[in-house]
C-alpha cells in the first residue's frame, strides 16, 4: 500500500520523493533509511530519493533540488532557462536553485543555491510541475552568470514570446532598485535596442545613409515598394535589399511572425536581404560596408 502511495508522488516529480511525503503516508525514518539502503530508493540529496527504475533526467536534477529546501526552492538562472526552453545545459553543468527560505546555508551536490537579497518577482511559475522563475526575472539572473550571451538568449525569448521590450525594461527597473546581480547586461541590452519608435528609425536610416555617401555602393532606392512590403534601401536591378532595423525592432512574437513571411516574400521572389542593427551601422561601419559591397558584387554590380 505504502509501496503504491509512493508511486503517486514520483509521477508527479521524475520519479522523486521526498521524506517528508513518505512520512504523510507512515513510511518511518527507519523504514525510509532501509528503503535507501537496499535499493527501493537511491538517495540524490539529504532527504530526497529517486524511486528505482526512474531514469535520470536534467528536469529531475532540477527537481530534486527544488525538493531539497524544502519544498520551496525555485529553478532559477540557466536551470529556469532550460524549462523555458531556450537553454540547453552543458555537460557537468550545475543545477541552480533559488532558496527563498531564510534559514542557513545548504549545501547540495551538484546544484548552486542562491539565496538573492532581491526577492522582487519572485511568485513562482509551475513548468513540467517545477516551480520556476518568471522568463524575465529568469533572463536577469542569467545575465549574473552569463553577461554575454543575454542577448542571443533575449532573441530566443522574444521569438517564443516569452519577453516583450516593456516587460523587460519594467523588470530592470523593479530589479535595478535592490541592485540585483545581472541587471547591467539586461540593462545594456534594451539600451542597444532598436525598438520600433519613428525617430530611432529615422535616425537608423540617416546614419546609413551618411555610411553610403561617397562610396562607391550604386545609387539606391528608399523606402521601395516590393509586393505588398516597404524595403528601407533597395538596389532594383540587382535585386539586393538593406533593413535597418535587426531583430530588436521586434517587440512582440506577431512582430516576428510577420517579418518571416515578409522575408519569405522576398527570397521566393529572388531578392537578397541583409540586415543591419543600429550597433552594427554605428560601431562596425567597415564590416556592413563590406558585407554590402560583396553581396551587390555577387549580383553583377561593379562589373
Known amino acids: 500500500m505504502q509501496q503504491n502511495s509512493l508511486d503517486q508522488f514520483a509521477k508527479k516529480q521524475f520519479g522523486l520523493v521526498t521524506r517528508w511525503q513518505a512520512a504523510s503516508i507512515g513510511v518511518t525514518t527507519n523504514r525510509w533509511y532501509r528503503m535507501?539502503?537496499?535499493g527501493r530508493l537511491l538517495p540524490i540529496h539529504t532527504n530526497v530519493s529517486v524511486l528505482f527504475g526512474y531514469p535520470e533526467t536534467y528536469e529531475q536534477r532540477i527537481m530534486a533540488g527544488?525538493?531539497?529546501?524544502?519544498?520551496l526552492g525555485?529553478?532559477?538562472?540557466?536551470?529556469?532557462?532550460m524549462l523555458w526552453g531556450v537553454w540547453t545545459p552543458r555537460t557537468g553543468e550545475p543545477v541552480d536553485i533559488i532558496k527563498t527560505a531564510r534559514?542557513?546555508?545548504v549545501d547540495l551536490g551538484g546544484v548552486i543555491v542562491h539565496s538573492p537579497r532581491d526577492h522582487e518577482s519572485l511568485a513562482p511559475i509551475r513548468l513540467n510541475g517545477i516551480r520556476t522563475t518568471n522568463p524575465t526575472r529568469s533572463?536577469?539572473?542569467?545575465?549574473a552568470i552569463h553577461p554575454y550571451l543575454v542577448p542571443r538568449i533575449a532573441e530566443q525569448m522574444l521569438m517564443k514570446g516569452l519577453i516583450d521590450f516593456k516587460k523587460l525594461?519594467?523588470?530592470?527597473?523593479?530589479?535595478?532598485?535592490?541592485?540585483?546581480a545581472g541587471v547591467g547586461p539586461a540593462r545594456a541590452l534594451i539600451n542597444d535596442w532598436p525598438y520600433s519608435r519613428g525617430p530611432a528609425d529615422s535616425v537608423l536610416e540617416l546614419e546609413f545613409q551618411r555610411l553610403l555617401h561617397g562610396t562607391e555602393i550604386p545609387p539606391y532606392e528608399f523606402q521601395y515598394k516590393v509586393g505588398p512590403f516597404i524595403a528601407d534601401f533597395a538596389w532594383p536591378e540587382f535585386k539586393v535589399i538593406v533593413e535597418t532595423d535587426g531583430w530588436g525592432k521586434f517587440e512582440t512574437k506577431d512582430d516576428l511572425e510577420r517579418f518571416a513571411e515578409r522575408h519569405a516574400y522576398l527570397e521566393r521572389n529572388g531578392w537578397i536581404v541583409l540586415h543591419f542593427t543600429w550597433k552594427q551601422v554605428t560601431r562596425a561601419k567597415g564590416k556592413v560596408y563590406s558585407t554590402l559591397y560583396s553581396t551587390l558584387q555577387s549580383r553583377g554590380a561593379f562589373v
Not at 169 to 180: E, I, P
Open 36 to 38: 535507501n539502503q537496499d
Open 66 to 71: 527544488v525538493l531539497a529546501v524544502g519544498g
Open 74 to 81: 525555485i529553478a532559477s538562472h540557466r536551470s529556469a532557462l
Open 103 to 105: 534559514r542557513g546555508k
Open 139 to 143: 533572463l536577469i539572473d542569467f545575465g
Open 169 to 180: 525594461k519594467r523588470a530592470v527597473a523593479q530589479h535595478s532598485a535592490r541592485g540585483r
